[in-house]
């Protein structure tokens, strides 16, 4: 079973810029997430689908979209890049039910490298 | 308001000695507490998680994880460390609202020989 997918690996932008980063998430899981993670800030919660709507979302400002499309595939966009917008941005693939639903299990990707100069 | 507490930044430990990673959340309901681990360029991998019942919990790579409700704690530890064990370890509670993790600000891990 092929876990969960995020491209690209790495990439370099420049400031005012815009990105678009994937997610794939496990075959047959509805729910993504989104995460950054920075040395200052730690691992922060940006936002969650499910079933291509959003159903959670964390304290980022409007830059920061995503959307799902019927597959469950997933995708983030930052607009006006800045450079403390450097950073590692994971994709989080679940079934969708309930975080303390005993079948829940909660599979991260390897993430996205952003870079922004 | 949801957190993680992860008191130690970085802990140096020699091969074959135990550890414990220590751990506390702050939140109102049951909560639903993770532990993660990241190795250097990776993302992150489940080591155990806890949902209800009993509270020693056992996870992958002989970690496990006692629940203290009464200490808002909830700590990692290993037997015997290998030094592949080096890595960051994140602390995470999980929220019912959507998909939603708080995480600790994570503990670094360093293996001497």
């Known amino acids: 079973k092929a876990g969960v997918t995020q491209t690209p690996r790495y990439l370099i932008k420049t400031r005012g810029q815009q990105v678009t980063l994937s997610c794939s998430p496990i075959s047959g899981h509805r729910s993504v997430s989104w995460y950054q993670q920075t040395p200052g800030q730690g691992l922060q919660f940006l936002f969650e689908y499910f079933s291509e709507t959003q159903r959670n979302k964390g304290n980022f400002p409007g830059r920061f979209s995503g959307r799902q499309f019927s597959n469950s595939r997933s995708e983030m966009n930052v607009s006006t890049l800045e450079l403390g917008d450097s950073a590692l941005y994971l994709c989080?693939?679940?079934?969708?039910?309930?975080?303390?639903?005993?079948?829940?299990?909660?599979?991260f990707g390897e993430g996205s490298w952003l870079t922004v100069v | 308001a949801q957190s993680v507490t992860q008191p130690d930044i970085h802990i140096t430990v020699s091969e074959g000695a135990s550890l414990e990673l220590r751990c506390n959340y702050s939140?109102?309901?049951?909560?639903?507490l993770f532990w993660y681990v990241q190795s250097p360029g990776q993302g992150l991998q489940l080591l155990l998680k806890y949902f209800s019942g009993d509270t020693l919990v056992q996870g992958i790579k002989g970690f496990e994880a006692e629940f203290k409700r009464s200490q808002s704690s909830f700590n990692l530890r290993k037997p015997s460390v290998h030094w592949s064990d080096a890595a960051e370890y994140f602390c995470?509670?999980?929220?019912?609202?959507?998909?939603?993790?708080?995480f600790g600000t994570g503990t670094s891990l360093t293996v001497i020989p």
């Open positions: 989080a693939s679940s079934s969708g039910f309930r975080m303390g639903y005993s079948g829940n299990t909660i599979y």
């Open positions: 939140y109102g309901a049951t909560p639903y």
């Open positions: 995470a509670v999980g929220s019912n609202t959507g998909n939603q993790f708080y």
